[in-house]
């Protein structure tokens, strides 16, 4: 994790750099008036993670600067969340006085929500014995008894112990609505709780008026299919990682949501069936028929690797297009093929990552009449 300079009296300026900087990048296409969404100016990071320095009988977090790779140690973390601050200290005390949980320790990672949940899970270069579970459990206790509500995970090679659960619960206002997501250990979820509540009003703002049903490539945990699914009739979405899969399920029901469909399909696997290229046999297993659908929206938040051009021309086939990036290089490159046809009616910047050179974007592109 790089170095990381959270100064809350220079937000406002490393923000105006950003949208000048966007605004530059898009000059060449006819965009609207950029919608600006700010974060927290610190405690805004739901999830951070630290190598461990060992050192005679002490131990502390330690981070790297990523452009000279020189280590510093890190009592306080300001951009991570206010609850992982505050066990920050209280965890590598517990760890550094017994030495079955700090023997080989090297990485501890924190998942936390705005819920007040937190996961830990610490990391070793040893196999862990029935001794490491036993000081563990007694471990997660002690904080739980500070007022934490904590779940602990212990990870070595090829092995995982889990106490009691490897995910945590998260709770999203969007437009005075509660969500509820199911968070996975090592899986993606938005670093920066309250921009990603902001970005869920956004989408939901740009589809309120929409018709049919709505199709979704790339859906992770279900994050937006869930509030989006108020502006439609049904909506269809795919994600290929199975982890994801599972917990978009399980969001479905936990928020039950009754029209949403969630399929394993990569975008490109997608793209195949839609055009008659392949059959697949999870779209049978599903009782999938995707002739039944009346899709006239699409929306698409891609890896930072953006759309490849077969996705590409897909999406181009619908009328409405909701595209969020966290790359806006490769979001520039696909524009490139989707404002042949589309015009861009709506431009956001979500601030998700603060003092960094890091942008998230959206656009609402409706196809040129």
């Avoid at 090592?186 to 990603?196: C, D, E, L, R």
């Avoid at 939901?204 to 279900?222: A, F, I, P, R």
Wanted: hydrophobic share 35%.
């Amino acid at each position: 994790m790089a170095t990381l300079d959270v100064n809350p009296q220079r937000y406002q300026e490393q923000l105006a750099e950003k949208v000048e900087r966007l605004n530059e990048m898009f000059s060449d296409y006819n965009v609207p008036e950029l919608e600006v969404f700010e974060s927290p100016e610190q405690n805004y990071r739901m999830r951070a993670e630290f190598r461990i320095w060992h050192e005679g009988e002490d131990l502390y977090y330690i981070m790297f600067n990523q452009q000279t790779r020189e280590k510093y140690r890190v009592d306080q973390f300001p951009a991570a969340s206010r609850l992982i601050n505050d066990l920050m200290p209280l965890l590598i005390d517990a760890i550094r006085d017994n030495d079955s949980l700090r023997r080989k320790l090297f990485q501890v990672d924190f998942l936390s929500t705005l819920s007040g949940e937190i996961l830990v899970s610490l990391l070793y270069h040893r196999q862990l014995d029935d001794e490491w579970t036993q000081n563990a459990k007694a471990l997660k206790q002690r904080l739980n008894d500070e007022g934490f509500n904590l779940n602990l995970i212990g990870r070595a090679r090829k092995m995982k112990v889990v106490l009691d659960r490897d995910y945590v619960i998260e709770k999203l206002d969007v437009n005075g609505k509660p969500y509820v997501y199911q968070q996975v250990e090592n899986s993606f979820t938005q670093p920066n709780g309250k921009v990603a509540e902001k970005m869920l009003e956004w989408a939901v703002d740009c589809t309120q008026d929409s018709q049919g049903d709505l199709l979704e490539l790339y859906c992770g945990n279900g994050n937006f299919s869930l509030a989006l699914a108020q502006n439609f009739d049904r909506v269809l979405a795919t994600e290929l990682a199975k982890p994801s899969v599972v917990s978009a399920q399980y969001n479905i029901a936990a928020n039950k949501i009754d029209n949403v469909q969630i399929l394993r399909l990569s975008a490109e696997e997608f793209t195949e069936a839609i055009e008659g290229k392949r059959e697949f046999r999870r779209l049978k297993e599903a009782g999938v028929d995707l002739n039944s659908y009346n899709c006239h929206t699409i929306f698409v938040d891609p890896p930072r690797s953006g759309m490849d051009i077969d996705t590409c021309k897909m999406v181009q086939g619908y009328q409405r297009i909701m595209y969020i990036s966290c790359n806006p290089e490769t979001l520039k490159d696909n524009l490139d093929i989707l404002s042949h046809t589309h015009n861009i009616t709506r431009f956001a910047l979500f601030d998700q990552f603060p003092f960094t050179h890091h942008m998230e974007a959206g656009v609402m592109l409706d196809r040129i009449k």
